[in-house]
């Protein structure tokens, strides 16, 4: 037996069934960090990558300054 605390998408990606609960208190998360040389041309899957990147993090998500917000 025992317990780890993980991601939703890894505790029902397919293998060994576990069961899954909801931790509310305290509410959980995680940062995520994405560093890049602004000076040098990035390949079409990067400049995608970061498309994506702004489109789905709110300004709420955000730390002030990150360059994803422009």
């Known amino acids: 037996m025992g317990v780890a605390i993980l991601p939703r998408s890894d ?3 397919p293998g060994a069934e576990v069961a899954v609960v909801a931790l509310v ?8 960090t994405l560093a890049w040389r602004q000076d040098r041309r990035h390949p079409p899957a990067v400049t995608e990558f ?6 789905t993090f ?3 998500d955000l730390t002030p300054g990150s360059p994803l917000e422009g």
């Open 11 to 13: 505790a029902v990606a």
């Open 25 to 32: 208190d305290p509410r959980l998360s995680r940062d995520i």
């Open 50 to 55: 970061l498309a994506l990147a702004r489109s």
């Open 58 to 60: 709110t300004e709420r």
